[in-house]
Nanobody
Framework: QVQLAESGGGLVQPGESLRLSCVAS????????MGWLRQVPGQQREFVAA????????YYGDSVKGRFTVSRDNSKNAVYLQMNNLKSEDTAVYYC????????????????WGQGTQVTVSS
């Protein structure tokens, strides 16, 4: 089992930046893809970004390309999401996720999930 804990959410104004962090604990020896999805109440969960275990491949959702950057530090069992030029439509609960299969994570079917952290972009 893997436990994921997110941090770094909050309230920011449009155009500002925010950095989310997620730390994994438990059975972290396996090579998991880790990443982020987000959800607005009443809508389906949306893929945001993910990175393979070795950092060799990064994936991004179309709505965040060029503004968000995913990275990870395996020595800390952590994955990060740097969000720049935030827009009101980025407002959502952001979930950290991990799975051995990248495509499953991207499709919202990851095996492991964090509790979520709220990001609100508003003036």
């Amino acid at each position: 089992q893997v436990q994921l804990a997110e941090s770094g959410g909050g309230l920011v104004q449009p155009g500002e930046s925010l950095r989310l962090s997620c730390v994994a604990s438990g059975n972290t020896r396996r090579a998991y893809t880790m990443g982020w999805l987000r959800q607005v109440p009443g809508q389906q969960r949306e893929f945001v970004a993910a990175q393979t275990w070795d950092g060799g491949v990064s994936y991004y959702g179309d709505s965040v390309k060029g503004r968000f950057t995913v990275s990870r530090d395996n020595s800390k069992n952590a994955v990060y999401l740097q969000m720049n030029n935030l827009k009101s439509e980025d407002t959502a609960v952001y979930y950290c996720a991990a799975d051995a299969v990248s495509q499953d994570l991207r499709n919202g079917r990851a095996n492991y999930w964090g509790q979520g952290t709220q990001v609100t972009v508003s003036s």
